[in-house]
Structure formats: C-alpha cells, structure tokens
Antibody, heavy 119, light 112 residues
Framework: QVQLQESGPGLVKPSETLSLTCTVSGGYISDHYWSWIRQPAGKGPEWIGRMYSSGSTNYNPSLKSRVTMSVDTSKNQFSLKLTSVTAADTAVYYC?????????????WGQGTLVTVSS | QSVLTQPPSVSGAPGQRVTISCTGSSSNIGTGYDVHWYQQLPRTAPKLLIY???NRPSGVPDRFSGSKSGTSASLAITGLQAEDEADYYC????????????FGGGTKLTVL
C-alpha cells in the first residue's frame, strides 16, 4: 500500500520561502507523476504542480513564478519550494500521486500538513 | 472562484438518492477531459471516489456513480447513509494557458 507523508515547518514568515518534503513508502517514486495540492480552510483544493521522477515538471500558471519542485529518487522523496509567501498561501498542503493517464486523478494522498504564514 | 462550479450544499434523508453537479467549460470538461470525484471527511485528506467519469476504485461501494455530458458531470449517491456526510469535490484538467489540473469548490452533503 502506497503511503505519503508530508514534512516541513508549520509556520513561515511573510516574504520567506515555504519548503516541504513528501516521503513515499510502499512503492517506488519512479514511473508516476507526483503532485503538490493545497487547500485553504473552507475552500476547494488547488493544484500547485507535478513532477516526474526524471525531474520534468508542470506548474500551475498562477503560481509558476514562485514554485520549484525537485525529486530525490535515492530517498524516495520529492519537495516543494514556494517563495515570497503571503497570508494567502496559508493552507493545508498535500502531496499526492498521479494515477495512470495523461490527465489523471490523484489516487494516493498524504495526510496533509498545515502551513500558516504569519509574522 | 473555482474553474469547476459545484452547488455549495445538498441534503437528503437516509435511503434517498442525491446528485451533485459539476459544471465546467469548453476548456476542461467540454473538451472531453475526464472528471474525477473525491470524498473528504472532516480533518482528513480527500479520497478518490470516482475516476475516469464513472469508474470506482476498489473498495468504493456501488452506491456511488458518476456521469458526464457536454460541459458538466454529476455524482450520484443512492441509498444515502449517515457516513456519507462529507464534502465532495470534482476534478478535471483545463487546457487554457499552459494547462492545469483543476478542482471544484466543493459540495457539503448533509444526511438529514
């Protein structure tokens, strides 16, 4: 059974960089797309971006200028960096696996981690 | 403002049938991209409920079904149970700009 676990600081100051890591267990990080998705309180999820084990990435156009994703296949981990954060970036951040298919669903999700942007 | 539009809430009595709509546009559902549905219980991550418009992952009861037509999709739940009370989200792909995976704003299902 594939499991995902997010880790990283729960509090980030405005204008600083949010950094999160997702550790994948029960399966290999190869051969799948891996995404970051966030959900502000009381709102629907927002897709941030995805990456493949080769390092290729796709980002949400609305966040593209501030997002960087990377992968460490030796540790079965992938990471998110979001720069110049503001209060609007406060949300629960999830990592998720892309299911098979070009325009896929997300079949496995981490439990989520709350990131609050505040001074 | 979500790219996919869902009603904020629906309700039904135990045993009844409810449907949740998801309305998109010509750059997402109307292009033919698949629609997927998720169930989110309080304080948990979304769980994949329906994929590829009308397919259920292993373990999802056949009380849940999906359909798609034109620029819209629907989730139907029959034989409503108390444990179905949750938030439901639709998701698809949008080809505008550089392309993006998009979600609906969510529908809160209340079992009366």
């Amino acid at each position: 059974q594939v499991q995902l676990q997010e880790s990283g600081p729960g509090l980030v100051k405005p204008s600083e960089t949010l950094s999160l890591t997702c550790t994948v267990s029960g399966g290999y990080i190869s051969d799948h797309y891996w995404s970051w998705i966030r959900q502000p309180a009381g709102k629907g999820p927002e897709w941030i971006g995805r990456m493949y084990s080769s390092g290729s990435t796709n980002y949400n156009p609305s966040l593209k200028s501030r997002v960087t994703m990377s992968v460490d296949t030796s540790k079965n981990q992938f990471s998110l960096k979001l720069t110049s954060v503001t209060a609007a970036d406060t949300a629960v951040y999830y990592c998720a696996r892309g299911a098979a298919g070009a325009h896929h669903s997300f079949d496995y999700w981490g439990q989520g981690t709350l990131v609050t942007v505040s001074s | 403002q979500s790219v996919l539009t869902q009603p904020p809430s629906v309700s039904g009595a135990p045993g009844q049938r409810v449907t949740i709509s998801c309305t998109g546009s010509s750059s997402n559902i109307g292009t033919g991209y698949d629609v997927h549905w998720y169930q989110q219980l309080p304080r948990t991550a979304p769980k994949l409920l329906i994929y590829g418009n009308n397919n259920r992952p292993s373990g999802v009861p056949d009380r849940f079904s999906g359909s798609k037509s034109g620029t819209s999709a629907s989730l139907a739940i029959t034989g409503l149970q108390a444990e179905d009370e949750a938030d439901y989200y639709c998701q698809s792909y949008d080809s505008s700009l550089s392309g993006s995976w998009v979600f609906g704003g969510g529908t809160k299902l209340t079992v009366l």
